[in-house]
Antibody, heavy 116, light 106 residues
Framework: QLRLVESGGGVVQPGKSLRLSCAAF????????IHWVRQAPGKGPEWVAF????????GYADSVKGRFTISRDYYKKTLYLQMNRLRAEDTSVYYC?????????WGQGTTVTVSS | DIQMTQSPSTLSASVGDRLTITCRAS??????LAWYQQKPGRAPKLLIY???SLESGVPSRFSGSGSGTEFTLTISSLQPDDFASYYC????????FGQGTKVDIK
């Protein structure tokens, strides 16, 4: 069964770091670009970061550029998001999503709360 | 950056109604427009891609049209399961979501 499972969320103080993971099941992990998308409480989705299928290209939203790093491990079939210098405005549910037709397959999300 | 503007932000409707949601892009995005449905506590679900292509498994009462800067999502006959929020998204080389349309019960 095609699935993405995020983990690693939690409560963290401003200025600290957190690493999110997204494990892939049931499909060829190396075949798809993958994105991180976040959604703050009561708001619409916001694209965060992208990594190409071969891992050679990355892209970031201006709001996280220089603080967040996306990476993927083909052996572990896992996507990561390293989040540094976290801010209160980074509080959101974070989803990973594969790009096929558009964002076809989504995980269930993991919640990040940045609060002192 | 390309901005996506949806209207209306809220839509009150009844079962059986025909609904149209509009999404406008600040610059031409050709056909690179997707529509998603989202229910509370759930991830978005892809409905339409490339402006008018129906994702596999999505009921045929959903349809999309448009190109360039103006796009529409139409639900031909609203069903109880359709009360949700809907988002448009520009994708392909940059990825931007609209602010959403919440469809609630009249």
């Amino acid at each position: 069964q095609l699935r993405l499972v995020e983990s690693g969320g939690g409560v963290v103080q401003p200025g600290k770091s957190l690493r999110l993971s997204c494990a892939a099941f049931g499909f060829t992990f190396s075949s798809y670009p993958i994105h991180w998308v976040r959604q703050a409480p009561g708001k619409g989705p916001e694209w965060v970061a992208f990594i190409s299928d071969d891992g050679n290209n990355e892209g970031y939203a201006d709001s996280v550029k220089g603080r967040f790093t996306i990476s993927r491990d083909y052996y572990k079939k896992t996507l990561y998001l390293q989040m540094n210098r976290l801010r209160a405005e980074d509080t959101s549910v974070y989803y990973c999503a594969t790009e096929g037709h558009a964002f076809d397959l989504w995980g269930q999300g993991t919640t990040v709360t940045v609060s002192s | 950056d390309i901005q996506m503007t949806q209207s209306p932000s809220t839509l009150s409707a009844s079962v059986g109604d025909r609904l149209t949601i509009t999404c406008r892009a600040s610059h031409s995005i050709n056909k690179w427009l997707a529509w998603y449905q989202q229910k509370p506590g759930r991830a978005p679900k892809l409905l339409i891609y490339e402006a008018s292509s129906l994702e596999s498994g999505v009921p045929s009462r959903f349809s999309g049209s448009g190109s360039g800067t103006e796009f529409t999502l139409t639900i031909s006959s609203l069903q109880p399961d359709d009360f949700a929020s809907y988002y448009c998204q520009h994708y392909n080389t940059y990825w931007t979501f609209g602010q959403g349309t919440k469809v609630d019960i009249k």
